[in-house]
């Protein structure tokens, strides 16, 4: 049945998790960077997820998502065998893939799911990706396996120094880039903070630098104007322009502010969620 949770892994338990879902038409149609929205219930927000995967013969598509408020503790309290009211997508432009040569994939936190898909494109595509990935601890990293599958390299850092590097994915970039002047291109997913240190990282470089803004999104088609983000002091709309940007040119000061808009009315509703749920 389509949108049906055929699989859930907690991947950090209450915090994290992954559903491979059944929607054959979204995996037959998406290219790594496109996300879905998802409705939970007919009265609930439409809240966006990037794909993290897809099996177009299975039919279906991987999400990985962080519980953050309401919406997503309401996908949380869904388990295998339930189905989720609306899936709606593949959304956004697809990641420019093609043959470049070296490309660093980064991902912060749940970004390193989205990153998983966009590096495995690369990967595709015949490029050498190599994969940086940061978590504050070691049981905080996602899908380091999955990437150690296919990526030739796989450099971590963790905040604690449980893994890895001890310290921040950009030291790693920088130092990545310091020994080798061939790399084509950099893509950065995960924490707004972390993909603007990105972009500052790489700019000395000159090195072409791709981030995917996770700004507030409603309808994801271009007709309500709430994804609005600056990029070389244009409007643009992350649903229909994006959500993959040049990281040189994002206004990062008003994507912090606008992410922060509404949390007054998400943190009211996550706390009138818990006492109706007894949590
Ligand atoms: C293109 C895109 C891809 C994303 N991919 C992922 C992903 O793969 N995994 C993941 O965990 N999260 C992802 N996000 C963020 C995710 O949409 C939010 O975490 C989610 O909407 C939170 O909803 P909530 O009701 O649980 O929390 P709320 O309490 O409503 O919000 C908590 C925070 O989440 C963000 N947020 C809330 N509503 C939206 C919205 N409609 N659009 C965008 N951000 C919102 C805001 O920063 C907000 O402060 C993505 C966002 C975008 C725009
Ligand atoms: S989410 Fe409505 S215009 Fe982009």
Known sequence: MPNTILKKEQLIPGQTSKLVIDAPHIAAKARPGNFVILRMDEHGERIPLTIADTDPDAGTITIVYLVLGKSTALLESLGQGDEILDVCGP???????????????????TGIAAMHHIAKGHHR?????????????????????????????????????????????????????????????????????????VARTTKPFG?????????????????????RVTVGGETKFACVDGPEFDGQLVDFTELRQRLCAFKP???????????????
């Open 265 to 279: 009315q998400e943190a009211i509703s996550y706390k009138e969620y818990h006492e109706r749920h007894g949590r």
């Open 207 to 227: 090195v072409k630098t791709t981030v995917s803004l996770n700004s507030i999104m409603v309808d994801g088609i271009g007709m309500c104007g709430a994804c």
């Open 125 to 197: 595509a015949g490029n050498h990706v190599v994969a940086v990935i940061g978590a504050r601890s070691k049981d905080l990293l996602l899908f380091y396996d999955e990437l150690k599958s296919f990526c030739p390299e796989v450099l971590v850092s963790t905040d604690d120094g449980s893994f890895g590097h001890k310290g921040l994915v950009t030291d790693l970039v920088a130092a990545r880039l310091e020994e080798d002047k061939s790399v084509a291109e950099v893509v950065a997913v995960g924490p707004v903070p972390m993909m603007e240190a």
């Open 91 to 109: 959304l956004g432009r697809a990641t420019d893939i093609h043959k470049i040569g070296t490309v660093i994939c980064v991902g912060g936190g």
